[in-house]
């Protein structure tokens, strides 16, 4: 189902960026991005299905543009947030730790009603 993917998207981006952490090389920085693309590809389609069947469609462009405005907002700061965490601790570090957190996240959702989901 819908939830299903989303959140086997969500480990998928984790196993990425803990391959990235874990593994200093250029070819698994090439693996662990192309995992965590896969991953957002595999949480994007029912997370934008699910809102094409729940919005009116003369409400869907703006909805549309305002998520999509809060999600790159979203990164544009985290990118900040995480570019100095990097300088501090190092980028493997602060790699495995996003991926901890990721994952943990999918875990604890893993857990409830999302996972039922319907497709």
């Given at each position: 189902?819908?939830?299903t993917?989303?959140?086997?998207?969500?480990?998928?981006?984790?196993?990425?960026?803990?391959?990235?952490?874990?593994?200093?090389?250029?070819?698994?920085?090439?693996?662990?991005?192309?995992?965590w693309?896969?991953?957002?590809?595999?949480?994007?389609?029912?997370?934008?299905?699910?809102?094409?069947?729940?919005?009116?469609?003369?409400?869907?462009?703006?909805?549309?543009?305002?998520?999509?405005?809060?999600?790159?907002?979203?990164?544009?700061?985290?990118t900040v947030?995480?570019?100095?965490?990097?300088?501090?601790?190092?980028?493997?570090?602060?790699?495995?730790?996003i991926?901890?957190?990721?994952?943990?996240?999918?875990?604890?959702?893993?857990?409830?009603?999302?996972?039922?989901?319907?497709?």
């Amino acid at each position: 189902g819908s939830g299903t993917c989303f959140l086997c998207g969500n480990f998928i981006q984790a196993a990425g960026l803990l391959i990235i952490g874990f593994v200093p090389r250029v070819g698994a920085a090439a693996g662990g991005g192309f995992l965590w693309g896969a991953g957002m590809m595999l949480r994007g389609v029912p997370m934008h299905s699910l809102r094409q069947s729940l919005i009116p469609t003369e409400l869907l462009g703006r909805v549309t543009a305002i998520s999509w405005t809060a999600i790159f907002g979203a990164c544009a700061m985290g990118t900040v947030i995480i570019t100095r965490v990097a300088a501090r601790v190092g980028a493997g570090t602060t790699m495995v730790g996003i991926g901890v957190v990721v994952a943990i996240i999918g875990s604890v959702a893993w857990a409830g009603p999302i996972r039922r989901a319907p497709g």
